[in-house]
């Protein structure tokens, strides 16, 4: 039987307090993978998370980590050798929205949220390029969006964050190729998270139309997708994006 193992390995996971990187965390821990989980403000829901992971017999950290802040993620990834030893998964999954139509959008709002997704995942990658070119071994997901290959209204900030980000993982790609690291993105299209839930009815509904079984993603739908990039099934898949939006991007 075709079996996803990720014994050994010792994966981050950014953003792993709740919703995507929660179910992500998870379900490496359900592979065999021990797990650190950062987490930006809500310590409560990251031990919520640890506790589920800790169940599962594996070993798991729960770190505050803002990934915009280069100290920060530095420090942090720093810790997290101290306590693993080695980093051999690293998955870009903090995210944020600040929506508002181009002509309205205030510098901030598109400033925040590119630190958070795009420089984000690069400064995460950068610190933890050092340990795997080290160790010979690394998987990097950078979870993208569905709206980062066919844009959206309302979204411009959001949609080059993510259209970024595949740019970052063809680059992550090539560059560490020669030193057995792959990286991929994962493209989700509508998943049911407290970052969907905040969208008007009239919107979701705008989605559910252009998904195929109108019905929302779970976020274990894409958490099985990272599982396998990061397991000895998915070695010879590198710079790629993989979509897991049940052919919204269809209609
Ligand atoms: P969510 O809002 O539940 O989770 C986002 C996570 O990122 C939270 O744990 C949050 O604390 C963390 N985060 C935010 N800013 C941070 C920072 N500066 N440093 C560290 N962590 C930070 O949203 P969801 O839906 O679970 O999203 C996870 C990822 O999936 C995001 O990157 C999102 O853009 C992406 N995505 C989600 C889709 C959906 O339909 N829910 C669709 C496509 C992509």
Known sequence: MLKIDLSGRKAIVTGGSRGIGRAIAVTLADCGADVAVLYAHNKEAAEETAKMIKEKGRNVIAVKCNVANEDDVQKTVEDIVKEFGKIDILVNNAGITKDGLIMRMEGPDWDKVLETNLKGAFLMTKYSLKYMIKNRFGRIINISSIVGIIGNVGQANYVSSKAGLIGLTKATAIEYSSRNITANAIAPGFIDTDMTKKLSEKVKEQ????????????????????????SPLASYITGTTILVDGGLSLG
Do not use: H
Not at 209 to 230: H, I, M, S, T, Y
């Open 207 to 230: 989605f559910l139309q252009k998904v195929l079984k109108r019905v929302p993603g779970k976020p274990e739908d894409v958490a099985n997708v990272v599982a396998f990039l990061a």
